[in-house]
């Protein structure tokens, strides 16, 4: 694939708004700067000095506190004093403003450093700048008469500049800047969740993007990022697959409640995004069986380390059909082609897609869920500065860094999940512990299983007070549903799903609707792509009309295509 100098684009308009982050974080700590201008101020003195400012910060008249000029640089690149000159001159004859400052992330060489050693040591001191100066451009005449063409006035405010170096590696940048918004979410008393806390640098960054995209948005009070920087966890959450930064393509099932944090810290532990120089993809497995978890704990990882990604590609990998689709898609987001192309050869779409994730810059994250070994393998990426977690119901996958087999939920984690789905106050948690408890052990503390007893009892209106008498009903019924049990799964799972299931039959006979229902649901076991969250045990009654008994008998799940048939025999 040829080099894409757009991504490079791209990439540096992404560290400019990063450091515009920065700078509007360390404005709310100082409180100095009322405003900060994306993209600089409208009323530039001439078109060419339009894209001299990348932003400024002013006070409450409109003053310029600091006018900032950022230029990103690929890995190892260097600036020298002839070019960070000509880029302070443009800066500075641009706009008035007490102060100005060139960030880069190129590497200086020598006469750079000696360059901005003397803009700081002589701050102020045009006669000695200019001599300085003089000597220091010696060997670079253009760049000296460029200076000795300055009036007076601009002189003075070459004076006032100076220049930072950034060295920080992009992953070291984006961690730095959420660990800034966590302390800020601190000490504003407002915490930054595990849930939700790294979508943060995301949604802020968006923001910034917007508004640099719309001149009348430019002005961005500090204050109002402030309070962007307190937004709430499911406002954050809303905000996946809209925002500009971080962006999820591909469907990303809900990002789950109860944080299990030691799993997630698993997973990011095996990705080791900390390693920049690390040009290899690392894979994380993420094993078990339906309903504990898998594609939820994916997500989380998402939210919670969205910032450490330019992009994250969620891929459906239960078939080759949806293999296909999902990279046709994935392919579509990375060329900028408006619908997926027509797929021909699925090689041709495989090997176009890791060439391209290959190709680009930053990090990126590909999540291939539901998959198996034998068939995802070949799909997975490579080569390239990328991460992909694998979710599966186990196997052998070959070349992986590392593994987390998924286990039920702990005690605390059940009983949160509980008190949840049932909008339990504190202190009815704390009066019915033990029936809550009981409930939750019964359920074997299986995330599915939790879900469907909650739905059950909220819909019927049972309320905590009753839950002995719901959890003795799950026992007696487990007890007559032992060979119906697919090996692994808690045999309450399945009475569970039997009781919901009765009672969505009764409701529908009782109205005449018992023959459309049971086929709505019977469609709704075959649309996998949906991602519905259910699980549906068929025990058809022998009442029931003979064109339901040719409904599938056994598990049908419709968050994966998988189905584990259970033959009953009374059916």
């Known amino acids: 694939m040829a080099f894409d100098g757009g991504r490079v684009a791209a990439r540096g308009f992404q560290y400019q708004y990063l450091r515009t982050v920065e700078a509007l974080l360390a404005s709310v700590r100082t409180g100095q700067a009322a405003v900060c201008r994306i993209e600089g101020p409208g009323d530039t003195v001439s078109l060419q000095h339009a894209d001299s400012v990348d932003f400024d910060l002013s006070d409450a008249d409109g003053h310029s506190l600091m006018a900032v000029q950022v230029k990103s640089a690929g890995a190892g690149r260097t600036v020298r004093a002839r070019e960070a000159v000509a880029v302070l001159v443009h800066l500075v004859t641009g706009i008035d403003a007490e102060r100005y400052q060139l960030i880069t992330s190129a590497v200086p060489d020598e006469g750079c450093l000696r360059l901005a050693e003397l803009l700081r040591r002589n701050r102020g001191d045009v006669p000695r700048i200019k001599a300085e100066l003089q000597n220091l451009l010696v060997k670079a005449p ?19 500049s100076g220049i930072e170096f950034d060295g920080r590696s992009d992953g070291q940048l984006r961690a730095d800047l959420s660990d800034a918004l966590r302390a800020e979410r601190v000490r504003a008393g407002q915490g930054l969740s595990r849930r939700a806390g790294g979508l943060v640098l995301g949604h802020l960054v968006a923001e910034v993007m917007r508004r640099a995209a719309d001149p009348g948005l430019a002005d961005w009070d500090v204050r109002d990022f402030h309070r962007s920087v307190l937004v ?10 809209r925002q500009e930064f971080g962006i999820v393509y591909g469907q990303l099932p ?10 997630i810290d698993g997973i990011a532990e095996v990705l080791s995004p900390g390693e920049e120089d690390d040009e290899g ?13 898998k594609s939820s704990l994916a997500a989380a990882h998402i939210a919670d380390q969205a910032f450490r990604y330019d992009a994250v590609f969620w891929v459906d990998a239960e078939s080759e059909e949806a293999l296909v689709a999902s990279f046709a898609r994935v392919l579509a987001h990375l060329t900028g082609s ?3 192309a027509e797929v021909r050869d699925p090689r041709l779409v495989r090997e176009r897609v890791h060439a391209a994730l290959q190709s680009l810059p930053g990090r990126w994250l590909m999540v291939f869920d539901d998959a198996s070994a034998p068939l995802a393998s070949a799909w997975i990426p490579r080569r390239g500065r990328g991460r992909v977690i694998v979710t599966t119901l186990g196997g052998h996958w070959h070349g992986v860094q590392g593994r987390i087999d998924l286990s039920p939920m702990s005690g605390e984690e059940a009983l949160c999940l509980l008190r949840l789905r049932m909008d339990l106050s504190e202190s009815e948690v704390e ?21 469907v007893a ?5 819909s019927c209106g049972i309320g905590v007070d009753r839950l002995p008498v719901y959890t003795d009903t799950l026992i007696h019924r ?17 009475a569970a799903v039997a009781l919901s299931t009765e009672r969505l039959i009764n409701g529908a006979r009782s109205r005449g609707l018992l023959q459309p229902t049971l086929a709505t649901v019977a469609a709704l076991c075959w649309l996998a792509p949906a991602g519905l969250q259910c699980i549906w045990r068929w025990r058809v009654p022998s009442s029931a009309p003979k064109s339901c008994h040719r409904l599938p008998v056994g598990w049908c799940s419709t968050r994966h295509r998988s189905r584990r048939y259970a033959k009953s025999s009374e059916n």
């Open 431 to 451: 009066h019915y512990a033990a029936s809550l408890s009981r409930l939750a052990q019964v359920l074997e503390y299986w995330p599915l299983a939790i879900e």
């Open 232 to 241: 709430g966890d499911e406002e954050l959450i809303a905000t996946v697959g």
């Open 338 to 340: 408006e619908e997926p």
């Open 478 to 494: 487990a007890a007559d549903d032992e060979r119906s049990v697919p090996a692994g799964y808690p045999r309450t799972l399945a």
């Open 281 to 293: 993809v690392r894979t994380c497995v993420v094993t078990g069986l339906s309903g504990l978890g």
């Open 454 to 458: 909650c739905g059950y009892l909220v």
């Open 142 to 160: 253009a760049a000296w008469g460029i200076c000795q063409a300055l009036p007076e006035e601009h002189w003075e405010r070459l004076a006032r």
């Open 254 to 263: 809900p990002i789950p409640e109860v944080v299990r944090a030691n799993l």
